[in-house]
C-alpha cells in the first residue's frame, strides 16, 4: 500500500477524506481565489468563498450521517462444508433524521471469504434496517470476527467517511459427514476372539423376547443369526439383524491431531490428508452412532468428548500439531487415524487403523487391522471397502 493510500485510509477513518468530485471542487475554489487576488473581481471572491464554504459543510455532515447507528448481530446458525453461511446484521438508527446512502462492510475472516458489503439507500428515524447475506464456505472451522464498518459521503457526495463498530460473530462450520452404506471397518470392531465370548453373552441376553430385522445374509455374519424359517420362504439366507450385535460394544474414535501432518505433494489434490482424517473421523461417528455403539471422539486437545454436537463441534475446531492437553489414551477397542505408522502394532486387542501414507510399511506394522487411505481416490469408496490389513494368527 503506497503512503498516499495509508494517509487517505488514516484520514477517511479518523476524519474524512476527498472524493473525486472533492478534489475537483476544492482545486476549482483555490483557482477562483487566487484569480480573485490577482484581478480583485467581487464575483470572483464570491465563487471562491462559496465553494469553500460547501467544501466546510460537506466535509462535516458524512461524520454526523454515521453518528448513534447502532449494529446488532443475530447468533449464525452452524453450517457444513459447502453449505452457505447466513449472516444477519440489524442496523438501527436512533436519531430522529433519516440516514442516508450508507455502504455498510462486513470484515469476514481472510481465510473465510473477503469483505462483504451493501448499500443502504434510507433508514427512517427510529427504525432499523435488516441485513442478510449469505456466504459458501469451503473449508471448516470456528470463525470469529467483530469488525463492521460504515462508509457514506452524503449529503453531498465530496467527503468519504468511515466509522467501524464491533459486532462479534462467531460462525462454526462442520465437516463433512459422508453417507456411509456400510463400513467393514467399523463392523469388525472388537470382533476378535478375546472379546466375542462376552459380546455374545451380551447379545444373547439383550435379544430374548425383542422382534428383530432381517436382512441379507453378508459374508462374514455368524451361522447363529441365520432365520431359518424365513431363509427357506425367500429362496436365500436372512440373518436377525440384532441390535446388540453390536449395541453396548464400546468405540473410540482417535485422530492423531498432535502430530504434524505432511501436505498432499500432489497440487491436483486439494484436500489436505488431515482434513480427509477429519471428514473420515466425523462421517464413521456418525456411522457407528446409527449402528449404536457406544461410541466416543479423541483428540489430543480435548480429550474423550461424546455427542453429536460437540464431536462436531471439536472436529471443526481440531488442527493438526496441536498442543497434548488430553489424557493417555484409554485401553479400549480404538479406530485410529493417523499418518505416522509408528505404534500401530501397540494398539489395544480389536483395534483398527487409518494411516494416511504412501511409504511403503513393515512387515510388523502391515499385519494389524486396517486401511490404507490414498489421498487421490476417493474417500467414501475407500471407507466402505473391505479391511485389507488383517491380523495374523499366532
Not at 444477519?88 to 471469504?113: G, H, M, S, Y
Request: charged share 15%; proline share 7%.
Amino acid at each position: 500500500m503506497s503512503i498516499a493510500k495509508r494517509i487517505a485510509d488514516w484520514l477517511e477513518i479518523h476524519w474524512v477524506t476527498p472524493a473525486y468530485s472533492g478534489w475537483l471542487l476544492g482545486g476549482l475554489s483555490l483557482f477562483f481565489f487566487i484569480s480573485a487576488t490577482n484581478t480583485l473581481a467581487g464575483w470572483l471572491y464570491v465563487i471562491s468563498g462559496i465553494s469553500f464554504a460547501l467544501l466546510s459543510i460537506a466535509a462535516i455532515l458524512p461524520e454526523r450521517m454515521l453518528r448513534r447507528i447502532q449494529l446488532q448481530r443475530c447468533p449464525i446458525a452452524p453450517v457444513t462444508v459447502g453449505d452457505q453461511l447466513t449472516v444477519e446484521l440489524v442496523v438501527a438508527n436512533k436519531t430522529k433524521q433519516p440516514k442516508l446512502l450508507i455502504q455498510i462492510q462486513d470484515q469476514l475472516p481472510f481465510v473465510l471469504a473477503p469483505p462483504v458489503s451493501a448499500a443502504i439507500e434510507v433508514i427512517a428515524p427510529h427504525s432499523s434496517y435488516h441485513w442478510v447475506y449469505q456466504q459458501t464456505v469451503e473449508r471448516r472451522g470456528i470463525y470469529r470476527w467483530h469488525t463492521v464498518n460504515l462508509r457514506t459521503a452524503a449529503p453531498l457526495g465530496l467527503f468519504w467517511c468511515r466509522r467501524s463498530q464491533t459486532a462479534a460473530a462467531i460462525a462454526v462450520v462442520y465437516p463433512t459427514v459422508l453417507p456411509l452404506t456400510q463400513c467393514p471397518l467399523v463392523d469388525a470392531i472388537g470382533r476378535d476372539a478375546s472379546l466375542q465370548f462376552t459380546h455374545d453373552r451380551h447379545a444373547q441376553n439383550a435379544s430374548e423376547g425383542l422382534t428383530r430385522s432381517l436382512r441379507p445374509y453378508r459374508w462374514g455374519d455368524p451361522i447363529r443369526f441365520v432365520h431359518w424359517r424365513t431363509s427357506a420362504r425367500y429362496g436365500e439366507l436372512r440373518v436377525r439383524e440384532l441390535e446388540t450385535f453390536i449395541s453396548g460394544q464400546e468405540l473410540i474414535i482417535c485422530l492423531d491431531s498432535a502430530m504434524s501432518w505432511q501436505p498432499e505433494l500432489d497440487p491436483s489434490n486439494s484436500i489436505e490428508p488431515f482434513e480427509q482424517a477429519v471428514v473420515a473421523a466425523a462421517s464413521l461417528y456418525f456411522y457407528a452412532t446409527r449402528h449404536n455403539f457406544s461410541v466416543r471422539l479423541w483428540t489430543a486437545g480435548t480429550g474423550l468428548v461424546q455427542g453429536s454436537q460437540a464431536v462436531l463441534e471439536t472436529l471443526a475446531a481440531v488442527q493438526a500439531g496441536e498442543d497434548v492437553r488430553a489424557e493417555q489414551l484409554p485401553d479400549a477397542p480404538l479406530l485410529w487415524l493417523t499418518q505416522n505408522p509408528v505404534g500401530l502394532t501397540t494398539l489395544p486387542p480389536g483395534s483398527r487403523w487409518l494411516l494416511w501414507t504412501m511409504a511403503q510399511l513393515e512387515p510388523t506394522v502391515a499385519s494389524s487391522p486396517g486401511l490404507l487411505i490414498q489421498p487421490d481416490a476417493p474417500l467414501q469408496l475407500q471407507l466402505q471397502r473391505t479391511v485389507e490389513k488383517q491380523l495374523q494368527a499366532e
